[in-house]
């Protein structure tokens, strides 16, 4: 059966209470195996509109036999059964629910990208990731989650470039060295 990493979050309300519920994910969707589940760690937000409160974040591992696809649109259901609105990006929630990496699948889709696009940098979804399954790889990166927090937390401040065009790649490198 695959095995998926989701990274959890919340925001708003009795946070601790929302992603202990069974239906944040917690129990119906992972093992019961105590090693499938980070312990939460609070973070500031990062982008979206100021003044927000502090996330608690984690992770947990599942096994399930839905597609991609579909594990998305239940997750999202579970998200608005618990509060959440999406009226704007990266907003204060109830609940965030993402999936980070579903086995070793790479699926480049307008409303699904996995591994998640911005896992890799993100310290507050490392953490949790790399307390559980710091073995796990990135199937696009060929790195493991512990060679990820690592590298986050020891290596140098560099800006990868991968994808698009040659000249998009080389202007977007112009502008970033000129700030």
Same mark, same amino acid.
Do not use: Y
């Given at each position: 059966m695959p095995r998926v990493l989701l990274a959890l979050g919340s925001n708003l309300g009795d946070r601790g209470a929302i992603l202990e519920t069974p239906e944040a994910g917690t129990d119906n969707l992972a093992p019961p195996q105590a090693e499938y589940?980070?312990?939460?760690?609070? #973070?500031?937000?990062?982008?979206?509109?100021?003044?927000?409160?502090?996330?608690?974040?984690?992770?947990?591992?599942?096994?399930?036999?839905?597609?991609?696809a579909d594990l998305r649109r239940e997750l999202y259901q579970i998200e608005q059964r618990l509060g959440r609105k999406r009226a704007e990006r990266w907003a204060a929630r109830t609940l965030d629910i993402d999936i980070l990496l579903y086995d070793d699948l790479i699926i480049a889709e307008p409303d699904l990208q996995i591994p998640h696009p911005r896992m890799s940098f993100r310290p507050f979804v490392l953490a949790p990731?790399?307390?559980?399954?710091? #073995?796990?790889?990135?199937?696009?990166?060929?790195?493991?989650?512990?060679?990820?927090?690592?590298?986050l937390q020891h290596?140098?401040?560099l800006v990868v470039i991968c994808g698009g065009l040659a000249d998009d790649r080389q202007r977007l490198r112009e502008d970033l060295l000129c700030q």
């Open positions: 589940r980070s312990t939460w760690h609070s #973070t500031r937000p990062v982008g979206g509109p100021a003044g927000q409160g502090e996330f608690l974040n984690g992770a947990v591992v599942i096994e399930t036999q839905l597609p991609p990731a790399v307390e559980i399954v710091p #073995t796990f790889g990135h199937p696009a990166l060929g790195v493991t989650i512990g060679a990820l927090w690592h590298h290596g140098e401040d």
